[in-house]
């Protein structure tokens, strides 16, 4: 029996995706229905995203690394033998594409700010925000990956706070560019005085800080949103106090709904403190659900795959995540004694998740789909039951959906959980006007006025090209 209708607003839909062969649950492109093998075709990307509008879903949520999982083994042999995340393209290349094929999807890809430059990245979400007429949203990550930093000519990556000041910095610029170097009335368009954009509506901007020297203009006009929607993974406690300051949606990829219920607590209480409301940030979970028309039917489609997911591949995952070579372990390690007052403890005790005798043999037991996201594996009702008790008991928004077999994983939610969501009052049955940013919020285009970009916005009226007063932040920085 279906549980009872609804009060809360309408859940976040995502499908999660990456632009390469395996992703959270690896393995399964082994599997002779699945297509992620043609990640590098345009079609796969296009099908995908009308799919996806079929099912009123809010985004696709395109995730990325830089680097390759090395550590197992001490080596990539499994990682490319198995195709855990490698090869991968550019996520942001594929999003014009399903821009172009869809009206509504959002569309939120992960771009690391540890190896760019935020003049040139404020011009390609600019670009995206544009082409997608404001369907564009940024993950934001600062990575972890030792060898992204020595693919990128550095000796390893920057220490783990430090990452998040640099990024704080990075922000500031962007802020900039995206908010106060155009004004809103700066393109005039003006065929008969020949003006296209008034010189006196844009500011140049100046930024000194210990990270970056900015001196220019921002090269594109203002676009729908001129920021894109905020996204960000994280739940250290700097990675918290960083999404209290700017992040719109916060993606926890966690297992227990105690533990995720007191995150969120946290999380909400940072952005109070950091001066916006709680419900200004939306908290998103990975699920793996596994859906049939019956019980029977999804138990043996869940065990169908299973025989195809490969939980090596998937340990070869972990253990770059971890910093540990899972690969000398046996089956009987308890894991917690092998790693006691050291950084790495921590990452056990989330995999663990408080148990003391948890071993490796216990771990490849979860691995068993080839990933460690919420399995949920019913029918329809079982499946829209968990989501809902998610949403109840640990005050989430929404969800990202990891793929199991493309493309019939999410058709089979559109086509069974989709209908007994909305029957629930928990899905949407047509999409609200506008960008993704109203779509979310149903506060307009635009960051609200509290979000700490704000202070880098221009008067409502007034401002030229000639240097303006300092704004003051925590850098001591000034836009001109």
């Given amino acids: 029996m279906a549980a009872p209708h609804s009060a809360r607003a309408p859940i976040i839909l995502n499908a999660f995706n990456m632009?390469?062969?395996g992703h959270i649950n690896h393995g399964l492109w082994t599997h002779p229905r699945d297509q992620s093998s043609h990640y590098h075709r345009l079609d796969y990307w296009t099908r995908l995203a009308k799919e996806l509008e079929r099912?009123?879903?809010?985004?696709?949520?395109?995730?990325?690394?830089?680097?390759?999982?090395?550590?197992?083994?001490?080596?990539?042999?499994v990682t490319l033998r198995e195709s855990v995340q490698l090869p991968i393209n550019d996520p942001t290349l594929v999003v014009p594409a399903m821009a172009a094929v869809t009206e509504h999807l959002g569309f939120g890809v992960t771009v690391n700010l540890s190896y760019e430059q935020p003049y040139l990245l404020a011009r390609r979400f600019s670009t995206l925000d544009h082409l997608t007429q404001g369907r564009i949203g940024w993950n934001i990550v600062t990575g972890y990956l030792d060898s992204a930093a020595r693919a990128m000519g550095q000796p390893q990556q920057l220490a783990h706070d430090a990452r998040y000041d640099r990024a704080d910095e990075f922000m500031d610029v962007l802020y900039q560019l995206w908010e106060g170097?155009?004004?809103?009335?700066?393109?005039?368009?003006?065929?008969?005085?020949?003006?296209?954009?008034?010189?006196?509506?844009?500011?140049?901007?100046q930024h000194s800080g210990p990270h970056f020297q900015v001196d220019g203009y921002h090269l594109s006009e203002p676009s729908p949103q001129r920021t894109p929607v905020l996204l960000q993974a994280g739940s250290s406690g700097r990675g918290l106090q960083f999404a209290a300051r700017h992040a719109e949606c916060v993606f926890m990829a966690v297992q227990d709904k105690a533990s995720t219920?007191?995150?969120?607590?946290?999380?909400?209480?940072?952005?109070?403190?950091?001066?916006?409301?709680?419900?200004d940030i939306k908290v998103l979970v990975g699920m793996t659900p596994v859906v049939g028309a019956t019980?029977?039917?999804?138990?043996?489609?869940?065990?169908?795959?299973?025989?195809y997911a490969s939980p090596e591949a998937a340990l070869a995952h972990l253990s770059a995540t971890a910093g540990i070579?899972?690969?000398?372990?046996?089956?009987?390690?308890?894991?917690?004694?092998?790693h006691r007052s050291n950084g790495i403890e921590n990452s056990i005790k989330r995999l663990a998740n408080g148990r003391e005798d948890y071993r490796l043999g216990d771990l490849l037991d979860e691995l068993a789909l080839g990933g460690r996201y919420a399995t949920v594996v019913g029918d329809a009702q079982q499946i829209a039951d968990e989501m809902q008790s998610w949403v109840e008991e640990a005050g989430v928004d929404g969800f990202n959906l990891a793929r199991t077999v493309v493309p019939e994983c999410f058709g089979d939610f559109i086509d069974l959980v989709v209908p007994e969501l909305q029957s629930r009052g928990l899905h949407k049955s047509a999409y609200a006007p506008g960008t993704m940013r109203h779509k979310l919020f149903g506060l307009g285009d635009r960051l609200p006025a509290h979000h700490y970009a704000q202070q880098f916005r221009q008067p409502a009226q007034g401002g030229g090209a000639q240097a303006s007063p300092s704004l003051s932040t925590q850098h001591a920085q000034a836009l001109a």
């Fill in 19 to 21: 632009a390469s062969v």
């Fill in 55 to 77: 099912g009123l879903f809010d985004g696709l949520f395109i995730a990325d690394i830089i680097g390759a999982y090395d550590t197992y083994q001490q080596s990539v042999d």
């Fill in 181 to 205: 170097s155009w004004s809103d009335s700066a393109v005039l368009r003006d065929r008969a005085a020949r003006i296209y954009a008034d010189p006196q509506q844009v500011r140049r901007v």
């Fill in 261 to 279: 219920a007191a995150l969120v607590r946290q999380l909400r209480a940072e952005a109070v403190r950091a001066g916006r409301q709680p419900g």
């Fill in 295 to 307: 019980t029977r039917q999804a138990q043996e489609k869940y065990e169908e795959y299973c025989r």
């Fill in 325 to 338: 070579d899972f690969s000398t372990y046996e089956r009987d390690t308890p894991l917690l004694q092998q």
